[in-house]
C-alpha cells in the first residue's frame, strides 16, 4: 500500500486516431521517476492503430474505448470516472512529459497544494525545439491573469481529483474546455505554479488550433458569454479586453 507522500496518480490520456506520437507520449510516462502512477487511456472511438499502440504496454495502463466519438471535454469527464487516483495529470497523445514531472509536482501537491502547474515548451514533429518557451507560471488566485493570458497547458498540470469530481469539464467545449476550468477553479482556489519546465508540446499541422478557426470562435464567445453571467465585470475587467480580442480575430478570419 503506497504511503500517504507517494499518492496514486491517475494520468488520462485522451486519444483520437493519435498513431503518430502516441508511443512517445505513453514512454514519457513510464520513464517517470515517481512511479506510483496509472494510466487511464480514453480510446474516442479512433479508427487507426491506436489500440493496438495503447494494449502494448503492461497492466498500468488501463484501456477504454468509447462506444461513439464524444467532445473532447466530455471524453475527459467519462475518463476522469475511471480513475483510481487521489491526484490527475493530463497528457495529451502528442506531446510528452519530462522524467522528474509527477515527483517534483507530487511533493508540492503533499504540502497541501490541490492544483499544481509548471512551464513547458513547443517542440516540432520530431521532437526539436521551436523556441518557444513558457516558464512564467504565477501563483495565488489567477482568474484576472488567465482572462489577459492563459500560461496553463493542460499537459503540465497534476489536480486534486475532487475537484475535477465537483466541478467537471464543460461538455460543450472541444478545445477551450481546459480554460474554461482553470478560470472556474481559480476564483476559489489558489492556483500553485512552478516554473521549471515538465511538458512538451507539440506543434504539427494536425493541432486542433490550426485545423478549426471557426470553432475557436465559437468557443471564445461561449465563454465570455457564459463569464459575464456568473462574475462582474468590475471585478474582472479583464473581461473587456478577452471580448474585444475575440471579436477582432473573428472578423479577420472572415475575410
Keep these: 500500500m503506497a504511503r ?27 520513464a517517470q521517476t515517481y512511479q ?6 480514453w480510446d474516442n472511438a479512433s479508427t487507426d492503430n491506436t489500440k493496438s499502440i495503447a494494449c502494448s504496454y503492461n497492466e498500468k495502463l488501463r484501456y477504454f474505448k468509447a462506444s461513439k466519438l464524444t467532445n473532447l471535454h466530455e471524453a475527459r469527464n467519462l475518463a476522469v470516472e475511471q480513475c483510481n487516483g487521489l491526484t490527475v495529470a493530463f497528457l495529451d497523445a502528442d506531446d510528452m512529459w519530462l522524467p522528474n514531472k509527477l515527483e517534483n509536482q507530487i511533493k508540492i501537491f503533499t504540502e497541501g497544494h490541490r492544483i499544481i502547474y509548471g512551464g513547458y515548451k513547443y517542440v516540432d514533429e520530431s521532437g526539436k525545439s521551436t523556441g518557444f518557451e513558457q ?25 486534486d481529483i475532487e475537484l475535477l469530481r465537483q466541478f467537471k469539464f464543460d461538455e460543450y467545449y472541444e478545445m477551450m474546455g481546459d480554460f474554461d476550468l482553470w478560470i472556474r477553479l481559480a476564483k476559489e482556489f489558489k492556483i ?8 512538451l508540446s507539440r506543434q504539427h499541422g494536425s493541432n486542433m488550433s490550426i485545423t478549426r478557426a471557426k470553432r475557436w470562435l465559437s468557443e471564445r464567445r461561449h465563454f465570455y458569454k457564459k463569464f459575464l453571467m456568473s462574475n462582474s465585470i468590475f471585478q474582472f475587467p479583464g473581461i473587456v479586453f478577452y471580448i474585444l480580442k475575440t471579436e477582432i480575430k473573428g472578423l479577420r478570419n472572415a475575410r
Design 4 to 30: 500517504l507522500n507517494e499518492p496514486l496518480v491517475s494520468v488520462l490520456i485522451n486519444c483520437y486516431n493519435g498513431e503518430d506520437f502516441l508511443k512517445d507520449a505513453i514512454d514519457s510516462v513510464y
Design 36 to 41: 506510483n502512477w496509472e494510466i487511464v487511456f
Design 135 to 159: 516558464t512564467n507560471c504565477p501563483s495565488g488566485f489567477l482568474t484576472s491573469q488567465l482572462i489577459r493570458k492563459n500560461s496553463i497547458s493542460v499537459g503540465s498540470v497534476l489536480i
Design 192 to 199: 500553485k505554479g512552478v516554473s521549471e519546465i515538465v511538458e
